[in-house]
């Protein structure tokens, strides 16, 4: 069965430095999406991107963070200045359509851990 | 929606029992549900969903039913197996919005053997 595949499975970065997190969504999808899981916390909407834009995000995406469909497989999440309330899992998701209704389909994460 | 919290509810099952999860939904715009299963270590997996036009839906062993009165969405497991032990996560999704799904704070579910 198609799946999202995320890299790495854990990125550790100290404070201020730039990271990327990695996805490749399923092949056929078309719309794609960032969470983020605090531990012991809810998993939050970051972003949803479709055809090269961001079509949503959310108050937790501000300046620092940023989305981008590098080729035609890689889907990824850059922190410019990562700081200490960051460190979490990122999941991303992809559905074959967008909008409501639709459902979308995770990746195993990335754990970030700032020092 | 439910308050944000370190401590999950946990339901804990015997199992081949039935397991009934529960979530109170926030916003009655929303028109589209899902219940995820995550295990430890690894990312929301897909279950079953449901729209806001169906009260009762049915997959393999679970079955989602949609109280929209009361806002209220529930998950059963039929014979409950030690491969079930997860936290299992409902999240809802508006008309109108770009996919943003908005997830409950999840229910630890542990079986027994």
């Known amino acids: 069965e198609p799946e999202v595949t995320q890299t790495p499975s854990h990125q550790v970065t100290q404070m201020g430095q730039e990271v990327i997190l990695r996805c490749v969504p399923i092949?056929?999808?078309?719309?794609f999406y960032w969470y983020r899981q605090i531990l012991g916390q809810k998993v939050e909407f970051l972003v949803s991107?479709?055809?090269?834009?961001?079509?949503?995000k959310s108050e937790i995406f501000d300046d620092q963070f940023s989305v981008e469909r590098p080729d035609g497989s890689n889907f990824t999440l850059k922190i410019r200045s990562t700081k200490l309330e960051d460190s979490a899992m990122y999941f991303c998701a992809s559905s074959l359509q967008g909008g409501s209704n639709q459902p979308q389909h995770f990746g195993d994460g990335t754990r970030l851990s700032i020092l | 929606g439910e308050s944000v919290g370190l401590h999950l509810p946990t339901l804990s099952v015997q199992e081949g029992d039935n397991s009934i999860i529960n979530c109170a939904y926030s916003?009655?715009?929303?028109?589209?549900f899902i219940w995820y299963k995550q295990e430890s270590g690894k990312g929301p997996q897909f279950i079953i969903d449901?729209?806001?036009?169906?009260d009762k839906r049915q997959g393999q062993r679970v079955t989602v039913l949609l109280n929209k009165t009361v806002k209220h969405l529930s998950l059963q497991i039929a014979a409950t197996q030690p491969g079930d032990s997860a936290v299992y996560f409902c999240?809802?999704?508006?008309?109108?919005?770009?996919?943003?799904?908005?997830f409950g704070k999840g229910t630890k579910l542990s079986v027994k053997p």
């Open positions: 916003n009655s715009a929303s028109d589209y």
């Open positions: 092949s056929n999808h078309l719309y």
């Open positions: 449901i729209r806001s036009n169906m």
């Open positions: 991107f479709y055809n090269n834009e961001i079509s949503e």
């Open positions: 999240a809802e999704n508006y008309g109108g919005s770009q996919g943003n799904l908005i």
